[in-house]
């Protein structure tokens, strides 16, 4: 190669001009580029070679200047339609021929650069290039656009994110919508440090991120990790910082589906036939419905009477939600798939649309509603001594909460001396239960309620008025499984085996009440669902179904379904074998939402601790959860929250200490207490 011949080589991806100074070595040439800085390059390196003269590297600029005039790349399209049908193969030189009918150095080497640079018309083949087919330019074409599209489509997207960024309001597109919903998915990993005990490093490399979620992530300048996602989703207004994210990873539809929502409306403007038509008319009992202030779905009403032979006869009421449904319809379907109402400190969602479930389905004050009545009449010591199940019509005479009913019992309100009545059985009742071996353990349950930013946890208290409810509830349960049993229907029966109590003389050892109560609940085994008959351990029953929720569990309206049939003398809706199959999906689903119930409250439960970090709390040591290390379960006694808590000093189950929050990460799962003194406690509380 001669001094002073003009090379192109490229530095760094970008295309550079030089002059061939001297030799470096064997096989290297010193080049001197336009800037006067000198390059070792191999052969290999010099992509193009200017021939025709010498130059000085001085001459360079000028030289680009001549080329400047034929650098237009729409002049490609012309040569290609010319050389395509003989598919005829070009050198640079050539090419300024046919573009400019000329072959001089500047002509040439950029006809060299319009061919190089060029990803359309042309592909290198060797020192020259030949035309691509019109097939492959279409194609070429068609990606081009798409590239283009899509670089367009990234621009405005993350001129869009800057803007939600500064806080203002954005109307997303449908494509930004489908890269946002890819975080989401993304994100909602995190429940995963929960639900299976990973920290952010090892879910991160456990689940690398998809390659949309990547190119958004790395578009954006942020990590690709879950935690980086969600962070991002809060930082742009599309999530809030309290995200459910249980909620979305157990997949649990929060809005019901268009088709769903039109059926149910279509039911309550045209409500279906009654197929029970010799229905009991129960309108002349006073029915009491008892819930909390909050609850809108009311599937249940006690009524006491007194028969003409003297005896006393209690009716349970349960809402009738069948009727507005037959099995396998819309309803049903959506119902099933959801298992059950999922009750959340931020709010419910209901197993069926609330146009039906608060409306016609439930037992309103006031108005006339159909029902599944359970009639029962008890012996002295509180046994089923008969009992029967009808179809009714009542009229619910009054909607009571807990409290009501515990000052009514308080003060003995002698106008509703039904009330009482109710519960003198119902006391009768459970002391009956425990004769036939039911366990009792009271620990205290928190009820956690969130409304907009404001967290508030109250103890559920085992008052006089839920207790008389409660053993309502399961004497109807008692007596749907009897008819169930004695006519050999197949129906969810719940049963719970015998546990394994420890013995007297180890449970004295213990201290009495919470201490005692949570070794007890340690041996209590987990319930059982059968299509038949089986003993449920700790209510102290031989045979027991749930039946008074078919608005808000999903087993229950089964058990109306199978109840209902038999009473009209009908074909069962379920087989065994089809109600078998039916109740292990909705087993598995119910499952899911008690875990996302669990996990939800005890988020919300370390929010409310993190955000009181000067708070002194009592509380008491329950067991240990690996007594070498310190490690034990706890009582925080005000709130009723059972939470972790490792020691630093040799402490006794039942010890009642004060201690303070220390750190607190709700997303983390994570939460530190530190014991504190006496002296500190009273400085805090005044």
């Known amino acids: 190669m001669e001094k002073g011949t003009l090379v192109e080589f490229r530095v760094q991806g970008d295309r550079r001009l030089g002059v061939v100074d001297r030799p470096d070595g064997k096989t290297r040439w010193f080049v001197v580029d336009e800037r006067g800085q000198s390059h070792s390059l191999a052969p290999r390196q010099i992509t193009y070679t200017v021939a025709g003269q010498a130059y000085k590297p001085s001459e360079i600029t000028s030289f680009l200047e001549q080329v400047k005039p034929y650098l237009d790349p729409s002049s490609l399209e012309v040569a290609w339609e010319l050389l395509v049908e003989d598919a005829q193969t070009v050198t640079p030189a050539e090419m300024a021929n046919l573009l400019f009918s000329q072959?001089?150095?500047?002509?040439?080497?950029?006809?060299?650069?319009?061919?190089?640079?060029?990803?359309?018309?042309?592909?290198q083949k060797g020192d020259a290039y030949e035309p691509r087919t019109a097939a492959q330019v279409a194609e070429r074409k068609h990606q081009i656009e798409v590239e283009t599209l899509k670089a367009k489509g990234q621009q405005e997207f993350l001129a869009r994110v800057e803007q939600a960024l500064t806080g203002e309001t954005v109307e997303w597109?449908?494509?930004?919508?489908?890269?946002?919903?890819?975080l989401e998915k993304y994100a909602t990993l995190l429940a995963d440090i929960v639900r299976v005990g990973l920290n952010y490093e090892s879910l991160a490399r456990a689940y690398p991120p998809s390659a949309p979620v990547l190119e958004t992530m790395t578009m954006l300048g942020r990590a690709a990790t879950p935690q980086g996602a969600f962070q991002l989703l809060i930082d742009l207004g599309w999530w809030n910082a309290h995200e459910n994210l249980f909620l979305r990873r157990a997949s649990i539809p929060v809005q019901f589906p268009s088709k769903v929502v039109e059926v149910a409306q279509q039911r309550l403007d045209f409500p279906p036939t009654d197929l029970d038509a010799n229905r009991l008319d129960l309108t002349h009992l006073k029915v009491y419905t008892i819930d909390d202030e909050s609850t809108t779905e009311i599937d249940d009403g006690l009524s006491w009477e007194l028969l003409p032979d003297g005896r006393?006869?209690?009716?349970?009421?349960?809402?009738?939600?069948?009727?507005?449904?037959?099995?396998?319809?819309?309803?049903?379907?959506?119902?099933?798939?959801?298992g059950s109402t999922v009750y959340l400190p931020t709010g419910m969602i209901p197993m069926f649309p609330e146009v039906l479930a608060t409306g016609p389905m439930s037992l309103v004050q006031g108005q006339i509603c159909c029902?599944?009545?359970?009639?029962?009449?008890?012996?002295?010591t509180g046994a089923v001594e008969d009992y029967c199940i009808r179809t009714s019509f009542i009229k619910p005479t009054y909607r009571l909460t807990y409290e009501d009913v515990d000052e009514m019992l308080e003060l003995g309100v002698q106008a509703e001396p039904e009330i009482e009545a109710i519960a003198n059985w119902a006391q009768r009742r459970k002391s009956w239960r425990y004769n036939q071996g039911a366990i009792s353990i009271n620990m205290p349950e928190a009820m956690i309620k969130v409304k907009g930013d404001d967290i508030s946890i109250d103890i559920l208290d085992d008052s006089p008025s839920r207790q008389l409810v409660a053993e309502m509830m399961i004497l109807a349960g008692e007596v749907a499984a009897r008819y169930g049993q004695v006519n050999?229907?197949?129906?969810?029966?719940?049963?719970?085996?015998q546990p394994e109590l420890p013995p007297e003389e180890e449970l004295l050892l213990l201290p009495a009440g919470f201490v005692r109560a949570c070794a007890m609940r340690r041996c209590m085994p987990k319930s059982e669902m059968s299509i038949t008959p089986v003993r449920h351990a700790g209510l102290g029953l031989d045979t027991y179904t749930q039946a008074t929720s078919p608005i808000r569990r999903y087993s229950d309206l089964l058990t109306h379904f199978q109840l209902k049939a038999h009473l009209r003398g009908e074909v069962l809706p379920f087989s065994a074998e089809q109600l078998k199959e039916v109740m292990m999906t909705v087993t598995s689903t119910t499952q899911e939402v008690t875990m996302v119930e669990r996990q939800t409250n005890r988020y919300w439960a370390l929010e409310y601790l993190r955000r009181h970090p000067e708070q002194v709390w009592h509380v008491t040591v329950l067991m240990w959860l690996r007594e070498d290390s310190n490690l034990a379960l706890i009582l925080l006694e005000d709130l009723g929250l059972q939470?972790?808590?490792?020691?630093?000093?040799?402490?006794?189950?039942?010890?009642?200490?004060?201690?303070?929050?220390?750190?607190?990460?709700?997303?983390?799962?994570?939460?530190?207490?530190?014991e504190i003194i006496y002296q500190e406690a009273q400085t805090a509380t005044n």
């Open 371 to 380: 029902a599944l009545s359970f009639g029962v009449i008890l012996n002295t």
């Open 173 to 182: 597109q449908r494509h930004d919508r489908q890269r946002l919903e890819g």
């Open 488 to 497: 050999n229907i197949p129906l969810p029966f719940r049963g719970q085996p």
């Open 312 to 338: 006393e006869q209690l009716w349970v009421h349960i809402a009738d939600p069948t009727r507005w449904l037959i099995p396998e319809d819309d309803l049903d379907l959506e119902a099933r798939k959801r």
């Open 643 to 674: 939470l972790p808590m490792s020691f630093r000093r040799t402490v006794r189950l039942g010890e009642q200490i004060l201690v303070k929050v220390s750190h607190a990460d709700p997303q983390k799962d994570s939460i530190q207490f530190q």
């Open 103 to 123: 072959s001089d150095p500047a002509p040439s080497y950029a006809a060299h650069c319009l061919l190089s640079d060029d990803k359309l018309y042309f592909k």
